[in-house]
Structure formats: structure tokens, C-alpha cells
């Protein structure tokens, strides 16, 4: 005998009522505070990198000055726009991702079938994955605009090119591909010398993956910088030359960079995800 329509309607009202009023306050809370955590990191490294290639300034110096900056001088860090972008991006892209699984988890339907599931864990990846990748290329521009010019009392408006928006899209895929997709399947490649917990080598090629990556795709992040900061230079060959000089220092940066981005950051929303859904 099928279920009577208003238990069923009671029965879904009280699941997305008050329980999943409750998991998506710890989503959002989650992401909030996790974003908060790595934010100025983060927010000192890629203002670094963009006045190392934009404006020639020492990195390892222009790296200290900006963590002075925000140990010393935090109201005029925290409250900048910069640190505000840069947080955005991380608590869009953390609450979008719980608030995307909650909504899937809370769908017996749906999590019920294997196949089916595993559709719906793919389309929940892809919200993120667009939040991700528009405000990261909107960080960027940013940053670019407004840390590589002499001056930086105004952000400029001198339109993008074209082709700084395919540069850094092709990088953002390649950083998320290695983070989401390559790192669970060269899991199982990491030796039993080296570990023998699948969790433990899970966890080794998250961290080592992204990171590593960053040396190959970092010269697609400079090329895009550079074609937002100096718009009016001509010929590739100019270009390329300022991006191989910095490369080796900015993917070492960079590859730290990933590690507070898509380690600390992640596994900090997880377990308060978790905390806060449990609480």
C-alpha cells in the first residue's frame, strides 16, 4: 500500500525543513570560517607575485613586506579590497560545495541507486567548479589591475584581453583537474614504502599533486597577469621573456600556495562541516 500524499508531504517538509535548515547554517558557517583562515596567505602571495612580474620588485622582500603589512598594519590589510576578493572567492567556493552536497545528501531519490548517485556526486562538482573558476579569473584580473602599475591608489579600467581570460581559465582546469580528478586516481601509484593506508596515500597525492603542478601550468598564470598589467606591449617574444624569468620563483610560491588553497583549507571545512552537522 503506497504512503498517503500528506505524510509524505509532512514526511519531506520536516527533512528540508528544520534538518536541512540546520546543515546548510553549518555549510555556510563552515565555509565562512575556513575562508577566513587561509585568506591572508593566500591574499599575500598573489598581490606578491603580481609586483614581482608587473613591477621587477625582489620576491623573497616584497613577500616580507606584505606579511609585515598584515601582522602590523592589519586594518589597512583586512579591510582592503583586495583580502575582501580573495575571501569571497574561498567562501563561495567552500559553501557552494557543502551547500551543494547537503541539498544531494537530502535527496533519498537520488542517493538511494548507486549509478545514480554517483551521476548526482558529478553535477554537484559542477557548481563549484564554476564558482571557482569565474571569481578566481576575477581575483586575478583584479589583482593585476590594481598591484601592476606603479601606482596602486585606483584599480584600472583598461579592458582584458581576450586571451588573459583563456590563459588563466586553461590554468584554473588544470590546477582543479589535478586537485579533483588526477589526485584519487594516482592515489593507488604512491609505494607501500611510502605508505600503506589507502587514506594516508589519498591524502599524499592531494597535497603533492596540486602542488606539483603549478610548476608546469604556472607560466599560463604570469602570461595572463602579464597581459592584464601591460595591455599595450607588443609581441610575444617580450612577453615570454618576463614570464621564463620569474617562473622558477612564482611555481615555488605558487606550489605553497596550494597547500593552505586546496589542502588546509579543505580539510578545515570538511571536519567543520562535519563538527557543525553533528553538533
Not at 46 to 54: G, K, N, S, Y
Not at 228 to 252: F, K, N
Amino acid at each position: 500500500m503506497s504512503p498517503d500524499r500528506s505524510t509524505l508531504q509532512s514526511y519531506y517538509a520536516n527533512i528540508w525543513g528544520s534538518e536541512l535548515q540546520k546543515h546548510l547554517a553549518g555549510d555556510i558557517a563552515a565555509g565562512t570560517v575556513s575562508a577566513t583562515f587561509i585568506s591572508p596567505i593566500v591574499t599575500i602571495i598573489d598581490r606578491t607575485i603580481v609586483e614581482r612580474l608587473a613591477l621587477n620588485r625582489p620576491l623573497l622582500r616584497t613577500l616580507g613586506a606584505n606579511t609585515f603589512c598584515s601582522i602590523f598594519r592589519p586594518r589597512k590589510f583586512y579591510v582592503s579590497k583586495p583580502f575582501f576578493i580573495v575571501w569571497s572567492l574561498y567562501a563561495a567556493t567552500y559553501c557552494t560545495a557543502n551547500v551543494t552536497e547537503s541539498c544531494i545528501e537530502h535527496l533519498p531519490s537520488l542517493t538511494d541507486e548507486t549509478s545514480t548517485a554517483n551521476v548526482a556526486a558529478t553535477l554537484s562538482f559542477l557548481p563549484t567548479y564554476v564558482v571557482n573558476v569565474y571569481l578566481g579569473i576575477m581575483k586575478d584580473v583584479n589583482f593585476a589591475q590594481y598591484y601592476g602599475r606603479a601606482s596602486t591608489a585606483v584599480a584600472t579600467s583598461t579592458r582584458v584581453p581576450r586571451a588573459a581570460y583563456m590563459s588563466l581559465l586553461f590554468r584554473d582546469s588544470v590546477t582543479i583537474f589535478s586537485s579533483f580528478n588526477l589526485a584519487p586516481w594516482m592515489a593507488s601509484s604512491v609505494p607501500d614504502s611510502v605508505a600503506t593506508n589507502p587514506h594516508t596515500k589519498a591524502m599524499i597525492t592531494q597535497l603533492v599533486l596540486p602542488a606539483a603542478v603549478q610548476f608546469a601550468n604556472t607560466p599560463l598564470h604570469l602570461l595572463g597577469l602579464d597581459l592584464i598589467a601591460r595591455p599595450q606591449t607588443q609581441g610575444l617574444a617580450t612577453r615570454w621573456s618576463r614570464v621564463r624569468r620569474d617562473w622558477a620563483p612564482s611555481s615555488t610560491v605558487r606550489a605553497a600556495r596550494v597547500l593552505p588553497a586546496f589542502g588546509v583549507g579543505c580539510i578545515m571545512n570538511t571536519e567543520l562541516r562535519d563538527l557543525f552537522h553533528h553538533s
